[in-house]
């Protein structure tokens, strides 16, 4: 079994991740800004700011991870000033990837789909194409996609420099059993920034999983999203009943979502499995060691 460090395992995805970890046998330590009650004999929590680099690396050398979990960031650019949200999650990033690299670990990090620019944009821009892969252009306008379109560069040259492996995943919108809040939306009247994908929690962690297991040079980008978008409808036309038209090229039917998942399969043998059919109104625990 491994030596893990977990940022952001105290947040509410994040402790999914640590659960699952944790249970697998993994010894954990757990940096988060905020403790948690938490008494298991692989976890070992300690609070940090991860913009602080000499915590980070006393950390990092103190317990000397196989591989590093960064899930540590504000979530989103609201409730923040746009230069806190940017500095703090940038440098945390950084901070944090930098670690990593120094003392060996390989990484798995928390992208976010903010990075194409969709979310949080004035105006939504229609995709160059469909379905998008990790290939399309990065327009972030808002400092939490900005900050994640930065961290990525950092992970290039971290795996660069030194030799590891970083898997950035790029999560839709992230959504727990019995509660998938996308389903509350109405897909005519908004949903645009999220291209109608979102990704059940379990699927998240899985792919985390499957993303340390993996044999990674260099660094990958991958989108982690649902295989079904969430409007109930044809993915054609809700996006071209939302923008007037669809892109020039749009290669994908039926409900299918408009994010691809291609290269997670072919890299990491993942595939989504949960659905809003069947996942909105399951009653299912969560993160039981908490």
Not at 110 to 135: H, R
Not at 178 to 206: A, F, H, K, T
Not at 245 to 262: N, V, W
Request: hydrophobic share 40%.
């Amino acid at each position: 079994m491994s030596r893990i460090i977990v940022t952001g395992g105290f947040g509410r995805s994040g402790r999914w991740i640590v659960d699952r970890l944790a249970t697998d046998g993994h010894d954990i330590m757990c940096m988060d800004q905020t403790t948690a009650d938490v008494d298991h004999p692989a976890i070992d929590a300690r609070q940090v700011d991860l913009t602080e680099k000499g915590d980070v690396f006393d950390l990092f050398h103190e317990f000397d991870p196989d591989d590093v979990v960064h899930w540590g960031a504000i979530p989103d650019p609201l409730g923040h000033a746009g230069g806190h949200v940017f500095e703090n999650n940038l440098m945390g990033a950084y901070n944090v990837l930098d670690a990593a690299g120094r003392v060996g670990a390989d990484v798995v990090a928390a992208s976010s789909e903010s990075a194409y620019g969709f979310a949080f944009a004035d105006e939504t821009p229609l995709p160059d194409y469909l379905p998008i892969d990790e290939t399309h252009p990065m327009r972030p306008e808002d400092p939490y996609g900005t900050a994640k379109v930065a961290a990525e560069e950092v992970a290039e040259m971290v795996a660069r420099r030194d030799g590891i492996g970083i898997v950035s995943i790029r999560p839709s919108w992230i959504q727990y059993p019995g509660e998938y809040l996308c389903r509350d939306r109405d897909p005519s009247e908004e949903g645009d920034g999220n291209i109608w994908c979102y990704v059940d929690i379990r699927d998240i962690v899985d792919s985390v999983v499957a993303a340390i297991d993996a044999d990674i040079d260099g660094h990958e980008p991958l989108n982690i999203a649902a295989a079904n978008n969430y409007a109930d409808m044809p993915t054609r036309d809700v996006v071209e009943n939302w923008f007037g038209k669809l892109p020039e090229q749009c290669d994908i039917g039926g409900e299918q979502a408009a994010l691809s998942t291609a290269k997670a399969q072919e890299m990491l043998d993942w595939e989504p499995t949960y659905s809003w059919r069947e996942a909105a109104d399951e009653d299912v625990a969560g993160a039981t060691i908490f």
